[in-house]
C-alpha cells in the first residue's frame, strides 16, 4: 500500500524560495525511483525532477535546470525538493510520485508512465 504524505507548499514572491518533502510508506523505497511533478491549470501534468532508488542520476527539466534540487534520505523514507529563484511560471501543484523501479529510465519523464503512484499534491503559488 503506497502512501506518499507531502508538505511544504505555500505562497512565496518571485525570487524567493520553498523545499517540498514527500513522506513515503508501504513500499521498500530505496528501490524505487522516486520524482516530483506539477500541472498548472490547463496544462498537462509534466515531470520536474527525478532521482534513483539510492540518489543517482538526479534528473531535471530544463525549465528548472540551476534553480530546483532533488534529494531523498533513504534512512527517513524522505523525498525532497528545494526550489530556489521562484518564478510566476513555477506556479501549480506539485506531486510527489514513486516508480515500482529502481531506475528512472526515459520513461519515467512522462506522467502516463503506467509504473508512476502518486502524493495528493501541494500547491505553490509565486506571486510577481
Known amino acids: 500500500q503506497v502512501h506518499l504524505e507531502e508538505n511544504g507548499g505555500g505562497s512565496v514572491q518571485t525570487g524567493g524560495s520553498l523545499t517540498l518533502s514527500c513522506k513515503a510508506s508501504g513500499y521498500t523505497f530505496r528501490n524505487w525511483c522516486m520524482g516530483w511533478f506539477r500541472q498548472a491549470p490547463g496544462k498537462e501534468r509534466e515531470g520536474v525532477a527525478t532521482?534513483?532508488?539510492?540518489?543517482?542520476?538526479?534528473y531535471y527539466t530544463d525549465s528548472v535546470t540551476g534553480r530546483f534540487s532533488i534529494s531523498r534520505d533513504n534512512d527517513i523514507n524522505t523525498l525532497y525538493l528545494q526550489m530556489n529563484n521562484l518564478k510566476p511560471e513555477d506556479t501549480a501543484i506539485y506531486y510527489c510520485a514513486a516508480r515500482n523501479s529502481y531506475n528512472c529510465d526515459s520513461r519515467s519523464k512522462s506522467a502516463s508512465d503506467s509504473l508512476w503512484y502518486w502524493g495528493q499534491g501541494t500547491q505553490v503559488t509565486v506571486s510577481s
Open positions: 532521482i534513483y532508488g539510492q540518489g543517482e542520476l538526479p
